[in-house]
């Protein structure tokens, strides 16, 4: 039964009463309607509080881009103030995104005094398009060290403010980038940004070379895939290391946990689903449309998916996602994981990157389209796209690089770190074909003329999924799976659009050669140099094998797979020189986030491994030892009264004897390389005392272990 026939079951009783105050808030579906973007200072609500020309003017810099008019900004800030008191807002802040991955703000509230022992309510222009918080506290990399503490957020009209709802007032938040007093790029949403416009300015180009009509500003469009565990908030604050890591350092696995797969698009229990429910009135109401909501493979894992939009927004919206995830779930007393790997042995969390292009002609150029122009577009799109991510590889792996996604990629859903393209077996025959010149037969499936010489026709739906590849065409879509699931999406797409317009930035040149000529003999001698040249980076198969690992090998293709190697790439010269060429990051950013990223890599890893030490010491060991000491008292009890056999006894004690003894071995270890020794000998000496430590838990009795099990943690109820 669909929601809107469910609903309409609801709205009456037996007796014909409403009923409609008691199903969880829905008041029917209108209602949906009206709470969709309550929150947000949209389009459709300037017309209410703008005069007609701000309105055109301001709609017209979120539409096509370009600068905003600063002769409107008072009277934006003026309308975005009664707005937002309207909805209860006491305060205003500048809402950024720091190279921290989270979000950061700073509260004003809009009360100014009189002069007569009392406030008037204002907010200036000057106010909404500039702050001015202090930037040396934030990691940057040394772009701002302490003593030079100015940076300064902006307002980026083209994502709306939106009103964030607290226990007794709201914030009215500003979407905003955040630079140094040098100008200095501190944050992840100003190169998106710049890589946004990096990539309109190449399709722009291809659109004339190909002789499209431009009717619009062609933008990258996103949908962000986001995974996440729920568990019971009494067994999270029961887990020091789930509070202060995100993932537990210690927990044998339980019997049963994801091999049935029968938790997976299961019926969703009562608990999660008022979860969920509460959820996505929540990011309703903040205009991000939240579409698809499931149970995922493991259990205790869920997932949510919103409608494709605007890159820029998508990303804003997904760490909105976030926040209020963890902020309804403590509401229902629950705790949401969006660590990458909370859980060892079962699957991780990841965000998948759904990537695509809307042109200036107002359509896919992902998809193959229902003319030989459109699919002639569409294969210099996907050829651009293997260009990309064979050659800019290393780079994507990179971008999704933590310490947190190390534990992931490779292991169980999660791609391997070798970033391959999947395109189907129908694209691939195609573009086969055309590396050979002349073929024009397509496999089975509804096809296109392509109308391009020698060029053989496209099927309309060109792929089947693959769940093991990082990078995966899924019909009008590149998938890039192996982003993480706590990451902000903007550093994978600040990388995906600069690399693509890379490639474009190459193909355009090579075909504005032929400017008069004929094109389709240009566009076919491109893409056959460009199928023959990047092929290697295509892979149909189970990325999970390690077969596949050698045949990459012998390609020649990247297998980076820790973070420290792959964070490497972004210091390299011709990498630098491509982000600068193209506006989206200069030598120095592209260094200070190779500096930032490695120190919360290592940062995360010393305080990992220091708690793993604590918490065996001071929490584990101690009940082993209990344990340990009542199993002698008792065998020494049992020979004595009874004269008892107790040789299979005996023999545990043994065995949690020698694991007792190892685990102090193995605990002195870790504390000894913790403060100074390298990446991989701390993971090692953490790895072995986990092993030992799990295997103990096995031993010792349920109530004597002081921490909740896996079993416990994941099986909610």
Not at 431 to 447: D, F, M, V, W, Y
Not at 469 to 488: L, Q
Request: charged residues 25%.
């Amino acid at each position: 039964m669909g929601a809107r026939s469910r609903i309409s079951e609801l709205a009456v009783n037996e007796k014909g009463e409403s009923t409609m105050e008691t199903v969880a808030g829905i008041t029917g579906v209108s209602s949906i309607q009206d709470i969709y973007g309550s929150n947000v200072f949209s389009l459709k609500t300037m017309r209410n509080y703008l005069s007609e020309k701000a309105y055109t003017s301001l709609s017209k810099t979120i539409k096509d881009g370009g600068k905003l008019d600063p002769g409107i900004a008072d009277e934006v800030a003026d309308a975005m103030k009664t707005w937002a008191l309207s909805k209860g807002a006491t305060h205003y802040t500048h809402w950024f995104q720091p190279l921290t991955g989270l979000t950061a703000e700073k509260h004003d509230s809009f009360i100014s005094p009189d002069g007569e022992g009392g406030v008037v309510l204002e907010f200036s222009g000057s106010e909404l398009t500039q702050g001015e918080p202090d930037a040396s506290s934030f990691p940057s990399g040394g772009l701002r060290p302490t003593f030079e503490a100015r940076g300064y957020t902006g307002w980026d009209p083209t994502s709306p403010a939106f009103i964030k709802e607290g226990p007794k007032a709201a914030t009215l938040c500003i979407p905003t980038y955040f630079v140094g007093w040098k100008g200095e790029a501190l944050d992840k949403k100003t190169p998106l940004l710049r890589s946004m416009k990096a990539l309109n300015k190449q399709i722009e180009r291809l659109a004339k070379v190909l002789g499209i009509k431009c009717t619009q500003k062609p933008y990258a469009t996103l949908g962000g895939e986001q995974e996440y565990f729920l568990i019971d908030r009494n067994y999270y604050n029961q887990r020091i290391d789930l509070v202060q890591t995100g993932r537990t350092l210690y927990g044998k696995e339980p019997a049963k946990h994801q091999q049935m797969a029968d938790h997976y698009f299961g019926a969703i229990k009562d608990r999660v689903i008022a979860f969920m429910e509460d959820f996505d009135r929540e990011m309703w109401k903040l205009g991000a449309p939240s579409k698809t909501r499931h149970n995922e493979v493991a259990p205790a894992q869920y997932e949510i998916a919103p409608i494709f939009e605007n890159q820029n927004l998508a990303v804003d919206h997904n760490m909105l996602c976030m926040e209020v995830m963890q902020r309804v779930a403590k509401r229902h007393g629950l705790a949401c994981l969006l660590h990458e790997k909370p859980f060892a042995g079962v699957n991780g969390s990841g965000k998948h990157n759904n990537w695509s292009v809307t042109g200036p002609d107002g359509k896919n150029w992902f998809s193959p389209g229902s003319s030989p122009h459109e699919n002639e577009r569409f294969l210099i799109m996907v050829a651009a796209v293997l260009k990309a991510v064979d050659e800019g590889a290393a780079l994507l792996r990179a971008g999704v690089a933590s310490a947190a996604n190390d534990h992931r990629l490779g292991s169980h859903e999660a791609p391997p770190a070798i970033i391959s393209v999947y395109l189907g077996e129908q694209l691939t025959d195609i573009i086969e074909q055309i590396e050979k010149g002349g073929a024009r037969s397509s496999k089975a499936g509804g096809t296109l003329e392509v109308g391009v010489d020698s060029l053989p026709v496209l099927p309309r739906h060109a792929s089947d999924r693959n769940r093991t590849s990082p990078f995966a065409f899924t019909g009008s879509k590149f998938e890039f799976r192996a982003v993480g699931s706590s990451m902000s999406l903007a550093g994978p797409n600040v990388i995906l659009n600069t690399i693509v317009a890379d490639a474009i930035d190459e193909i355009c040149t090579e075909l504005e050669k032929s400017s008069g000529q004929n094109i389709n003999k240009a566009v076919q001698k491109v893409l056959q140099d460009i199928i023959k040249k990047h092929k290697r980076v295509i892979f149909n198969g189970d990325n999970y094998t390690e077969e596949w690992a050698k045949e990459a090998k012998k390609r020649g293709l990247p297998n980076l797979k820790t973070t420290p190697e792959a964070l490497a790439v972004t210091k390299d010269a011709k990498v630098i020189a491509m982000f600068e060429r193209h506006g989206v990051l200069t030598k120095t950013e592209m260094i200070s986030r190779y500096d930032v990223y490695m120190e919360t890599y290592n940062t995360i890893l010393k305080y990992e491994s220091d708690l793993a030490a604590q918490m065996a010491k001071n929490m584990i060991m101690p009940a082993v030892l209990s344990y340990q000491g009542g199993l002698a008292e008792t065998i020494k009890a049992v020979e004595t009264s009874n004269k008892g056999k107790v040789a299979e006894t005996r023999k545990i004690l043994k065995e949690v004897t020698a694991l007792t003894e190892t685990a102090w071995e193995q605990i002195a270890k870790l504390e000894k390389a913790s403060p100074g020794g390298s990446a991989e000998k701390i993971k090692s000496a953490m790895e072995e005392l986990r092993e030992t430590i799990d295997t103990l838990e096995g031993y010792v009795p349920a109530e004597t272990w002081p921490l909740p099990s896996y079993a416990e943690m994941l099986f909610l109820s």
